[in-house]
């Protein structure tokens, strides 16, 4: 059949799978936006306020479905705006596809009004990014680059289209995608040797990274920790991969996690690393991380074996085709009194919850939300104190169910992440966990909360400074606090009543449950200012290159 390139686009779409895209129309994709409206019964387009928004509602909405997410755009500006978005995906390997707009071929490189070379700008941080200046090439590039963002280490993909790209006149085909290919486990030595190792070890520790449910292999992961009866010590993208509430979960590893974590690194003899990639906020001093051990590292990308941490044997592959090996072949082991010392160091260097004064202790708040959630209920963060007291107070009892930027760090993000999982998920509910700071970067998609009626409930931690570079500006800096106390005025209640949403207060302890309970009963979004103190820290802390024998446990 004859149809334009914006309809192919639009068709393309739907032949992946698509149903739902994130995006803010502009003059380089009108024609775009034109055929997404005669597609509207197929494609559910949701207009957020900001492009950033919109790339970071595509990424939650990939994290918690584990499907592509997809966002549109414009160029120039429009197209530019998603570049911190794409960078946050990229870093936790997150399938998305941008498709952006730009000016007429003949046009390109005239810096032509609202002209940006996006495709050169965002190469460092997509597994690829396409210029589509032929309309026979349309099609191809879209269904490539959604087979590129969701094989081996999965990663954004983007595709620059003309504005006369997609009024031009071809002929389409429509055809049956192809499965995403695996990659194959074909270290047969290597994982030999790991069975040997795992049967031979008798203090073994597990470091579970995000490939596990990037791979969807979260029960075969628990089937594998069951058999070697090893603690599990989660990263941060790591979290949920195994129930908080299972024996052998041992929580947070690395800067913010407990003692117990960062002793069974330094004491284990052997350390099985399952997709995580020793990241620096892990591994600290990647020198010292493990030395006594013997190290497998499990991972899709051989990039990143040896890369930070030197290890003793490597499996490369799809983590739950390695796992399906590993469960077969790994003798069902007996770490009892390995896991009873786990449970000693918990409790040996354990911090207090600090009450300051009359302000609101944020492990309450959290704790609170642990006891109202269901467990298949969406948890997303933005950067900062909060992210850390999420990670370690927060019971995240399935995968896909904790939303956060771990490896870029972006502020901000938080927003657009819960926005993208509740158009996913309409039933479950979903807490966004902000910081004042983070929340004044992209509190406008507030607006876009309220014009779909998502019920995000959106809390708070509200220490009117920058509470994470404050702590490291007392600990590290003689607290010198430069331009961490920014003397804001904001009344979030009022901001959240200007975008049309209900804002609450949460000012003391006894406020917590009953105003949360108010807000999940509304069914609509809500915004919860909590009162914390300026000095409430995020505590245990392992200083940035050091070990567990430097860990800070009171200030």
Not at 33 to 43: N, R
Not at 189 to 206: G, L, Q, Y
Request: negative net charge.
């Amino acid at each position: 059949m004859q149809l334009t390139g914006a309809d192919i686009i639009c068709e393309c779409l739907i032949e992946q799978g698509v149903d739902t895209v994130f995006g803010y129309p502009g003059g380089a994709a009108l024609n775009t936006y034109d055929a997404l409206y005669k597609y509207s019964d197929k494609i559910n387009h949701i207009l957020t306020a900001h492009e950033q928004g919109a790339s970071h509602a595509a990424d939650g909405y990939a994290r918690a479905t584990g499907k592509v997410g997809v966002c549109i755009t414009t160029s120039g500006p429009g197209a530019t705006n998603t570049v911190t978005g794409i960078a946050t995906a990229n870093i936790d390997s997150i399938p998305m596809v941008i498709i952006t707009g730009n000016v007429n071929v003949d046009l390109l490189g005239r810096d032509s009004f609202q002209e940006v070379d996006i495709v050169d700008i965002v190469k460092p941080i997509t597994k690829g990014s396409y210029l589509v200046k032929n309309i026979n090439e349309l099609a191809p590039a879209i269904r490539s680059a959604f087979e590129l963002a969701q094989s081996g280490r999965k990663g954004p993909v983007l595709i620059d289209v003309p504005k006369d790209i997609t009024a031009q006149v071809t002929e389409f085909t429509p055809i049956v995608p192809k499965e995403t290919e695996k990659i194959e486990v074909k270290t047969a030595e290597s994982v030999a040797k790991a069975v040997e190792m795992i049967n031979n070890a008798k203090f073994p520790v597990i470091y579970a990274g995000g490939g596990i449910i990037s791979s969807n292999a979260s029960e075969k992961f628990i089937e594998f920790a069951e058999k070697v009866d090893a603690p599990v010590c989660c990263s941060l993208m790591g979290l949920g991969c195994i129930p908080a509430s299972h024996r052998l979960n041992m929580g947070n590893i690395g800067m913010h996690g407990g003692y117990e974590t960062g002793m069974a690194t330094e004491k284990c003899d052997l350390l099985i690393t399952c997709g995580a990639r020793f990241s620096d906020r892990v591994a600290g001093d990647p020198k010292k991380f493990g030395k006594q051990a013997d190290i497998i590292h499990i991972d899709i990308d051989e990039n990143e074996v040896n890369k930070n941490v030197t290890v003793s044997n490597s499996i490369i592959g799809d983590m739950a085709d390695v796992l399906d090996i590993l469960n077969q072949h790994v003798k069902q082991q007996d770490h009892t009194q390995w896991l009873v010392q786990m449970g000693i160091w918990k409790n040996e260097k354990k911090s207090a919850k600090n009450p300051q004064g009359d302000y609101v202790i944020p492990a309450d708040v959290l704790e609170t939300v642990n006891q109202l959630k269901a467990p298949e209920d969406i948890i997303a963060t933005d950067v900062g104190q909060h992210q850390m007291w999420v990670a370690q107070f927060s019971d995240i009892e399935r995968p896909r169910t904790l939303l956060t930027s771990g490896g870029m760090g972006t502020m901000g993000y938080g927003m657009g992440a819960a926005i993208g999982a509740q158009v996913a998920f309409p039933r479950k509910r979903v807490f966004l966990i902000t910081g004042d700071g983070s929340f004044h970067m992209n509190l406008n998609e507030l607006v876009t909360m309220k014009s779909y009626n998502l019920p995000v409930i959106v809390l708070v931690m509200n220490n009117t400074v920058l509470g994470m570079v404050r702590q490291w500006q007392k600990l590290f800096y003689g607290s010198r606090f430069s331009h961490t106390d920014p003397h804001r005025a904001t009344d979030f209640v009022k901001v959240a009543q200007a975008f049309g949403v209900a804002g609450m207060r949460i000012e003391k302890t006894e406020d917590i449950k009953p105003v949360i309970e108010k807000a999940m009963a509304l069914n609509a979004p809500v915004v919860i200012d909590c009162k914390i103190s300026p000095d409430a820290n995020v505590l245990p802390m392992i200083p940035p290159g050091k070990t567990v024998n430097d860990i800070v446990t009171e200030m």
